[in-house]
Structures are given as structure tokens and as C-alpha cells.
């Protein structure tokens, strides 16, 4: 059996790579004297995913939304029984996600690897969807979504979406609305799951203390086609470089009011080391800015308009980029004042560059942490996957990281006429 090592001698880490003839890789990084082990089984289909070409067809079709994560659902129901009660069974802790841009089936436990495997295997490559069974499945994820939707948490988060993205389906939430998951059907069901999770746009991990060489071969005999497939045509609307709203405002019932700022980013067409060279830089700016360890941050606390709900986040996707930031504020726009006026100054006195070297060590540092975590490896590991790079492509990165790009990032992405607010309050 052939498969690759690759070794980061520096960082004493390595990893196996093996690719299946369907054009499946597993990737096993071991983890020598750990007891859990956690195995992933993950396809590069999301909640954006909605409008595709089918390999081998000509014309589009559009889907409709949620449809990802009702497949999440529906595949852990089988003929003979629960999923859930299998694993439970072999004692291990079975999950699934849906993102964006990605399903994840998965599960960790520390005996019985090689059985939880093998029915990790069987359950994603076997589903089973009845007529029944799916209007069955609406009344269940349709409880979910409005639990959702009255929580102020994931309203002021998708409503800052929809202030950045007029079209874009990173706009939408990710189970869909009760009305279009009214319109799925078995048969589109099964069309989505022959599209997006044929092998070749799939991937699994394996983390922990387990034989490589076995879990290949477990891969080997447990794929169900050597048959490579055609690339998948996504499509997505034409979206301009400015925000749809500049703010967006929703009535809860919440004790303090929530926020989030934003900046939509038009640079997501990146690749390689680019797309992690971009991803630090724009991080690093967050937290120069108004990371706990800046003046901004401490004026804002000092000031009684953040508390520790406050945090940021940079997304960086094939479609679409945004940072984000925020928590809960007695005053909202006050804040959005200050960190525009910030950036300003900011912009015109320049940046600090021994902040920039301080905050680029810790930032590395933490990163080399998350190296302790198998959760955080895998997950990792997926991520980046579908987006041509590694994990551990990321120490180069950090390492060759110049304070003259920072600054050219900052002055495109951190863009006032790019910006956006939502907020959820009492009316």
C-alpha cells in the first residue's frame, strides 16, 4: 500500500496521507500516547451549496436551503436501527456538523476503534430516505429552526450577514426556513447526496494513538466505489464589493443589547499559502486593534460599552470573506464610532509595529497549543483540505509573516465604506 509522510522536523509533528483510487484522502496524524482517538468523515458540501451543476449534466438546479444539514440529519437514521445507538453500543461519542461549506460526521472514544471505524464507514456511504421518514424529519428540524430563530445570539450573527450579503448564500441560515425545507424531497435528497458525497470530495481524519497502516487499509476495503468523479459546478450570484445595509436592527427581548460589526472583504480568490498568509494577517489586525491587550479595548471597558462577551472572528471562504466583531453593549453605535475613529488614526499615524511582532509570537504560540488538541487538529486538517493546504503549512506562514504586508492588509480590508452593524435590542 502506498502512502505519503510528511514530516515537519522543526515542530516534531508528522502526518500519513493516503489517497484512495476513488480520489478519497485519509489523513492520519498520530498522537503517541493519547487514549482518545476522534475519526472524522467529512464532504465539502455546505449550507451555500444551493445552485450546482451535476457532473456530467449541462443545467444548473437550485436546491433549497437547509437541504445540507437535513441530510446531516437524515443519514444517522438507517434501515436496522439508530446510528446513535450503534455507537453508543461500542461506547464512543458520535457527532455531526453542518457549516457554510462543510458536513462532518464524527466520533471519539478510546477502545474499539477499529468498530467505530468501520461503522463510520458503512452509515455515510449508506443512506436510507423514505417519503416518511422525511416529512417525519421537517417537523423535527422545523422545532429547531424556530428555537433559533428566537434566539438573539444567532439573529444579530445572520442578521450581519444579511447587512454584508445582498445574494450570497452565506446570507441565509444554515438549517434553512420552515418554509423552504417544506419543499425537500426524498428524491432531491438523494440527488444532493450523489453529487457531494461521492468519495473525491470527501476526506477522513484519524487522530490519536492508531496504527496508520490499518486504518488505510480499513479505507481500502471500506470505500464503495474506485470510480473518480467529475468536478462539481458550484455557482454563486454575482455580489458587489459593498455591503447590502449598512445597519441592521431586530427587537428581542434581551437584557443588554447585542452587536456585531463587520467588514466584507472581496479578497477571497487566494490559494495555497496566500489563503493562510491572508487568514493570520487579518486576525493579527483584529487584535492589534482591538484585542484585549489594546488601548481601544481598554477605553471601550473602561468605558462600561464592552465585557468579556466581546470577541472577533475572520472567515475566508472560496465565495466570500468577512471579519466580525462584538458582543453585548449598553450602546452599540458609540462603539462602532470608536472603532471607526480608531481605524482612522490608525490610517494615517500608521501601525505599531512592535505590537505587530508581540501579538505575531503569541499568536504562533497558540497555535503550536491547539497542536494538543485532537479535535483541533482534525478540524483543522478539514478546513483546509478542501482549500489546497495544511494544518501545519501554517508554522511557515507565521514564520515569514512581514509587518509591510500587515500594513497593505490593513488598508484594504478594514475599509469604512465596507462596513456593516447589526444590533438586537428591546424596542
Same mark, same amino acid.
Given at each position: 500500500?502506498?502512502?505519503?509522510?510528511?514530516?515537519?522536523?522543526?515542530?516534531?509533528?508528522?502526518?500519513?496521507?493516503?489517497?484512495?483510487?476513488?480520489?478519497?484522502? &485519509?489523513?492520519?496524524?498520530?498522537?503517541?500516547?493519547?487514549?482518545?482517538?476522534?475519526?472524522?468523515?467529512?464532504?465539502?458540501?455546505?449550507?451555500?451549496?444551493?445552485?450546482?451543476?451535476? @457532473?456530467?449534466?449541462?443545467? @444548473?438546479?437550485?436546491?433549497?436551503?437547509?437541504?445540507?444539514?437535513?441530510?446531516?440529519?437524515?443519514?444517522?437514521?438507517?434501515?436496522?436501527?439508530?446510528?446513535?445507538?450503534?455507537?453508543?453500543? /461500542?461506547?464512543?461519542?458520535?457527532?455531526?456538523?453542518?457549516?457554510? !461549506?462543510?458536513?462532518?460526521?464524527?466520533?471519539? &472514544?478510546?477502545?474499539?476503534?477499529?468498530?467505530?471505524?468501520?461503522?463510520?464507514?458503512?452509515?455515510?456511504? !449508506?443512506?436510507?430516505?423514505?417519503? *416518511?421518514?422525511?416529512?417525519?424529519?421537517?417537523?423535527?428540524?422545523?422545532?429547531?429552526?424556530?428555537?433559533?430563530?428566537?434566539?438573539?445570539?444567532?439573529?444579530? !450573527?445572520?442578521?450581519?450577514?444579511?447587512?454584508?450579503?445582498?445574494?450570497?448564500?452565506?446570507?441565509y441560515d444554515i438549517a434553512g426556513t420552515t418554509d423552504s425545507i417544506s419543499?425537500?424531497?426524498?428524491?432531491?435528497?438523494?440527488? &444532493?447526496?450523489?453529487?457531494?458525497?461521492? @468519495?473525491?470530495?470527501? =476526506?477522513?481524519?484519524?487522530?490519536?494513538?492508531?496504527?496508520?497502516?490499518?486504518?488505510?487499509?480499513?479505507?481500502?476495503?471500506?470505500?464503495?466505489?474506485?470510480?473518480?468523479?467529475?468536478?462539481?459546478?458550484? =455557482?454563486?450570484?454575482?455580489?458587489?464589493?459593498?455591503? !447590502?445595509?449598512?445597519?441592521?436592527?431586530?427587537? #428581542?427581548?434581551?437584557?443588554?443589547?447585542?452587536?456585531? #460589526?463587520?467588514?466584507?472583504?472581496?479578497?477571497?480568490?487566494?490559494?495555497?499559502?496566500?489563503?493562510l498568509r491572508y487568514e493570520i494577517a487579518v486576525k493579527l489586525l483584529l487584535?492589534?486593534?482591538?484585542?484585549?491587550?489594546?488601548?481601544?479595548?481598554?477605553?471601550?471597558?473602561?468605558?462600561?460599552?464592552?465585557?468579556?462577551?466581546?470577541?472577533?472572528?475572520?472567515?475566508?471562504?472560496?465565495?466570500?470573506?468577512?471579519? #466580525?466583531?462584538?458582543?453585548?453593549?449598553?450602546? @452599540?453605535?458609540?462603539?462602532? *464610532? #470608536?472603532?471607526?475613529?480608531?481605524?482612522?488614526? /490608525?490610517?494615517?499615524?500608521?501601525?505599531? *509595529?512592535?505590537?505587530?511582532?508581540?501579538?505575531?509570537?503569541?499568536?504562533?504560540?497558540?497555535?503550536?497549543?491547539?497542536?494538543?488538541?485532537?479535535?483541533?487538529?482534525?478540524?483543522?486538517?478539514?478546513?483546509?483540505?478542501?482549500?489546497?493546504?495544511?494544518?501545519?503549512?501554517?508554522?511557515?506562514?507565521?514564520?515569514?509573516?512581514?509587518?509591510?504586508?500587515?500594513?497593505?492588509?490593513?488598508?484594504?480590508?478594514?475599509?469604512?465604506?465596507?462596513?456593516?452593524?447589526?444590533?438586537?435590542?428591546?424596542?
Amino acid at each position: 500500500m502506498k502512502f505519503d509522510t510528511i514530516e515537519y522536523k522543526k515542530y516534531n509533528e508528522l502526518f500519513y496521507r493516503y489517497e484512495h483510487s476513488s480520489g478519497l484522502n &485519509c489523513i492520519v496524524i498520530p498522537k503517541k500516547g493519547y487514549y482518545k482517538k476522534y475519526a472524522t468523515f467529512s464532504t465539502q458540501y455546505g449550507s451555500v451549496d444551493n445552485e450546482f451543476i451535476i @457532473p456530467g449534466e449541462n443545467e @444548473p438546479i437550485r436546491v433549497p436551503d437547509g437541504i445540507a444539514h437535513f441530510l446531516e440529519h437524515k443519514l444517522f437514521e438507517q434501515k436496522d436501527g439508530s446510528v446513535m445507538d450503534k455507537f453508543a453500543a /461500542l461506547g464512543s461519542k458520535p457527532n455531526a456538523f453542518t457549516s457554510f !461549506n462543510q458536513t462532518v460526521y464524527l466520533f471519539s &472514544c478510546t477502545d474499539l476503534f477499529s468498530e467505530n471505524f468501520k461503522l463510520l464507514l458503512n452509515f455515510v456511504q !449508506n443512506p436510507y430516505i423514505t417519503d *416518511e421518514s422525511v416529512e417525519r424529519e421537517k417537523k423535527i428540524i422545523g422545532q429547531e429552526i424556530n428555537m433559533y430563530r428566537d434566539d438573539p445570539g444567532w439573529r444579530v !450573527n445572520f442578521n450581519l450577514l444579511k447587512a454584508m450579503y445582498k445574494h450570497h448564500p452565506v446570507r441565509y441560515d444554515i438549517a434553512g426556513t420552515t418554509d423552504s425545507i417544506s419543499e425537500i424531497t426524498k428524491e432531491t435528497l438523494y440527488q &444532493c447526496y450523489e453529487t457531494f458525497y461521492h @468519495p473525491s470530495n470527501m =476526506i477522513i481524519t484519524v487522530v490519536g494513538d492508531v496504527d496508520h497502516i490499518k486504518v488505510f487499509e480499513q479505507v481500502e476495503n471500506g470505500i464503495q466505489t474506485s470510480d473518480k468523479a467529475s468536478e462539481i459546478k458550484r =455557482i454563486f450570484p454575482k455580489e458587489s464589493e459593498g455591503v !447590502n445595509k449598512r445597519y441592521f436592527e431586530q427587537n #428581542m427581548p434581551v437584557a443588554t443589547p447585542l452587536f456585531y #460589526m463587520g467588514f466584507k472583504d472581496s479578497n477571497f480568490d487566494l490559494e495555497g499559502g496566500e489563503i493562510l498568509r491572508y487568514e493570520i494577517a487579518v486576525k493579527l489586525l483584529l487584535s492589534m486593534i482591538m484585542g484585549k491587550s489594546s488601548k481601544l479595548y481598554e477605553k471601550l471597558y473602561d468605558k462600561g460599552l464592552i465585557n468579556a462577551s466581546f470577541e472577533m472572528d475572520f472567515s475566508l471562504e472560496k465565495s466570500y470573506a468577512y471579519s #466580525m466583531f462584538g458582543g453585548e453593549s449598553v450602546n @452599540p453605535e458609540e462603539v462602532q *464610532e #470608536m472603532i471607526t475613529n480608531e481605524i482612522k488614526i /490608525l490610517k494615517k499615524q500608521g501601525l505599531d *509595529e512592535e505590537a505587530f511582532n508581540r501579538l505575531l509570537k503569541a499568536s504562533k504560540g497558540r497555535f503550536l497549543r491547539q497542536l494538543n488538541s485532537l479535535e483541533n487538529i482534525s478540524r483543522s486538517f478539514i478546513n483546509l483540505y478542501f482549500k489546497g493546504v495544511t494544518m501545519f503549512d501554517y508554522l511557515d506562514v507565521y514564520d515569514k509573516m512581514k509587518f509591510d504586508y500587515i500594513t497593505d492588509v490593513f488598508d484594504s480590508h478594514f475599509d469604512i465604506k465596507h462596513m456593516a452593524l447589526s444590533v438586537v435590542k428591546q424596542k
